[in-house]
């Protein structure tokens, strides 16, 4: 860990002073070597971590959208300028980048995340430790030796392996100026109060409860199928995943055409054919969702589909957990407090609309939300007073493009900028203003013309 640092800081001396152009070209390269290999990279994600194949193409390919970000640093990294601030003086301010910083990855987008960090770190011209999660590192052992293809020069990116020891290490090496942390609660306040503690910059994405409102004007078939598959893609190991569905009024009555659709869900080894929900990432896992979907029959919720005994055969030993959907449940009951990460949907009902902006602003975390409508005005007032950091009308997943940010807030986000879009290129750089006085009287006669069409590198 001590050379990677060591190596990072070293690189960076040259790096820093590569010319825009070149690291933008990098980009550039980075992201047709992506392309070439998406599948290769998708098949190790499906075999490593276990969701399908189409997922884990969207997995790469979501993350490949912030490399194409990246290729816009000539504009995102550009300072702003003010002429004539005082007689014959001007200001202007540059961004510069931070020098080493380092990346902490979850298992779950074992390629999405680390191309939220090292891409951009890299473009505005720091060097980057990654540590990958230890459960899945291979997507992001493979895309380092594609930025290495792609000409960014050995040291600009450095991959540590671990865990907890890997993780303190980042937070308290003098040399690392900035954390980006993508994963759980636990983890990501340590490292925010570690690393904040040390004087570093910190990001710190974290864990989730997103609700999806139903409102009883909404078009039926189109929602159920939203709910289905925002709730249960990726076996629900989403951060962004819809895992708690507020039925308004009567839209509660379609709850059984729900359970419907999710039982026709099939559930088997991600690089099947035809599978809709892999395993879960480990054991542990697994464990955690089946004390959960207990804790709500104990607690007095309605099990409408129970997914915990379900066989896989040839995987009689995996980690599936079988679509699950528990009804009935109340904001006091742990289904509802804790994260599942897990094929799960939990089903409240309420009477107004209202009443679910109110439910969602009191539940801590606030990583997105969605509503269900063909009212616009509705949909308005959702959008206005709901204190949630991603909304989407009819979209149940609302993770915008790079050219905005990944704008979870509240309980899901530590720290001041966002991943990628302009925040992420500001949580990079920092500001440096310069002031200059040049005398009109002080002038030197002109110097030569250069005749020639100028060639930049
Ligand atoms: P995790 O917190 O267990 O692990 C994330 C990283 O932190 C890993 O690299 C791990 O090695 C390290 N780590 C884990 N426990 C640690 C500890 N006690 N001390 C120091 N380091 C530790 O998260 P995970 O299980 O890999 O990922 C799932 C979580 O990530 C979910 O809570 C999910 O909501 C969250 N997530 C959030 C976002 C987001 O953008 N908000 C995106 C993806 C995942």
Not at 88 to 116: E, H, K, Q
Not at 205 to 233: I, R, Y
Not at 399 to 422: C, H, I
């Amino acid at each position: 860990m001590n050379a990677a640092a060591e190596s990072s800081k070293r690189a960076f001396q040259s790096w820093r002073k590569t010319s825009i152009i070149t690291r933008q070209q990098t980009m550039f390269n980075l992201q047709h070597l992506i392309k070439r290999d998406l599948k290769k990279l998708a098949e190790n994600i499906t075999i490593e971590q276990g969701k399908t194949l189409p997922d884990a193409e969207g997995d790469v390919s979501r993350g490949l959208q912030v490399v194409e970000h990246a290729c816009s640093v000539t504009t995102l990294q550009m300072g702003e300028t003010m002429p004539n601030i005082s007689k014959d003086m001007d200001t202007y301010s540059i961004r510069l980048p931070l020098g080493v910083t380092a990346g902490i990855c979850p298992f779950n987008f074992p390629a999405m995340v680390p191309l939220w960090m090292f891409p951009l770190a890299l473009v505005t011209g720091n060097t980057m430790i990654l540590k990958p999660s230890e459960q899945d590192p291979g997507a992001a052992m493979k895309l380092v030796e594609l930025a290495k293809e792609a000409g960014i020069p050995d040291g600009c990116v450095n991959v540590i392996h671990g865990q907890h020891e890997a993780v303190n290490f980042i937070c308290d090496h003098p040399d690392i100026r900035a954390i980006s942390f993508v994963g759980g609660d636990q983890a990501g306040r340590h490292i925010y109060e570690r690393g904040s503690k040390n004087g570093k910059r910190v990001q710190s994405n974290m864990g989730a409860k997103n609700h999806g409102v139903v409102l009883p004007d909404a078009s039926k078939e189109a929602t159920l199928n939203q709910l289905t598959a925002a709730a249960f893609g990726a076996a629900g190991q989403r951060c962004m995943a819809l895992t708690t569905a507020v039925f308004v009024g009567e839209s509660k009555k379609w709850l059984p055409d729900l359970v419907e659709k999710v039982k026709k869900l099939k559930v088997d080894a991600g690089w099947k054919p035809n599978t809709d929900i892999g395993p879960l990432i480990s054991n542990q896992s697994k464990q955690r969702v089946l004390r959960l979907i207990e804790s709500a029959k104990k607690e007095g919720a309605k099990v409408l589909l129970d997914g915990s005994n379900v066989k896989v055969p040839g995987f009689e030993n995996g980690n599936f957990v079988g679509p699950t959907i528990i009804a009935d449940a109340q904001p006091n009951m742990t289904c509802y407090k804790e994260e599942i990460f897990g094929p799960v949907l939990v089903a409240l009902s309420v009477d107004t609309l209202d009443e679910a902006i109110d439910l969602i602003n009191k539940n801590p975390y606030g990583n997105g939300t969605a509503l269900f409508t063909t009212n616009g005005v509705a949909a308005r007032r959702f959008t206005d007073l709901i204190d949630v950091g991603q909304v989407g009308i009819n979209v149940p997943i609302p993770v915008p493009l790079p050219m905005f940010s990944f704008t979870g807030s509240r309980g899901s986000f530590l720290g001041d900028a966002n991943f990628y879009g302009k925040a992420g290129v500001n949580f990079y750089t920092q500001l440096k203003t310069v002031t200059q006085l040049w005398r009109s009287e002080d002038a030197s006669p002109e110097a030569k013309p250069q005749m020639a069409f100028p060639q930049l590198k």
